[in-house]
T-cell receptor, first 111, second 113 residues
Framework: TQLLEQSPQFLSIQEGENLTVYCNSS?????LQWYRQEPGEGPVLLVT?????EVKKLKRLTFQFGDARKDSSLHITAAQPGDTGLYLC???????????FGTGTRLQVFP | DTGVSQNPRHKITKRGQNVTFRCDPI?????LYWYRQTLGQGPEFLTY????????KSRLLSDRFSAERPKGSFSTLEIQRTEQGDSAMYLC???????????FGPGTRLTVL
């Protein structure tokens, strides 16, 4: 069974702080997607990474896919209250088209 | 560009009743997925269609659950004889054959009383 574990589960920080969320697995994935989800809404795609070692930047967000394609990280610089939400990583497996989702990291940024 | 849409957004039903949800994918996407998400958890895969063919079903999809995509466009997910444990957010996503990236709809929140 493929599992993706995210850490930390909860993160509560002040506006302006930096943070990193980790997504780890013992399995290799063909791609890794990061989503942000607001309460009562569906996940909204932030980024897809497909190459081992790949780094993508989206304004203050930096995403990295591990060299072995088993792990990923999301780094937010100078967090803002608008970054508050549930961050989900999801891996695309080689032998199926479904996504395997991580356990989620709930981020709260206080002004 | 129209995203994935789901109806209804909320459904409250009594235990034992049948419910049906609808998903309209992004128009050029041939793949459609259903996931279920319970409070505090990430979404869990239920089933997947490529065009009108249902290619994969999770063990989570008991015989009370059935999904269809008759013309390869919209899809329906029906739950028969609902149980309180069916209460969850039901999410639909779509993708094109060219990419792994899945785009999600807003979800249908089901509450079984």
């Amino acid at each position: 069974t493929q599992l993706l574990e995210q850490s930390p589960q909860f993160l509560s920080i002040q506006e302006g702080e930096n943070l990193t969320v980790y997504c780890n697995s013992s399995s290799v994935f063909s791609s890794l997607q990061w989503y942000r989800q607001e309460p009562g809404e569906g996940p909204v795609l932030l980024v897809t990474v497909v190459t081992g070692g790949e780094v993508k930047k989206l304004k203050r967000l930096t995403f990295q896919f591990g060299d072995a394609r088993k792990d990923s990280s999301l780094h937010i610089t100078a967090a803002q209250p608008g970054d508050t939400g549930l961050y989900l990583c999801a891996g695309g497996a080689y032998n199926t088209d479904k996504l395997i989702f991580g356990t989620g990291t709930r981020l709260q940024v206080f002004p | 560009d129209t995203g994935v849409s789901q109806n209804p957004r909320h459904k409250i039903t009594k235990r034992g009743q049948n419910v049906t949800f609808r998903c309209d994918p992004i128009s050029e996407h041939n793949r459609l997925y259903w996931y279920r998400q319970t409070l505090g958890q990430g979404p869990e895969f239920l089933t997947y269609f490529q065009n009108e063919a249902q290619l994969e079903k999770s063990r989570l999809l008991s015989d009370r659950f059935s999904a269809e995509r008759p013309k390869g466009s919209f899809s329906t997910l029906e739950i028969q004889r609902t149980e309180q444990g069916d209460s969850a957010m039901y999410l639909c996503a779509s993708s094109s054959y060219q990419t792994d990236t899945q785009y999600f709809g807003p979800g249908t929140r089901l509450t079984v009383l």
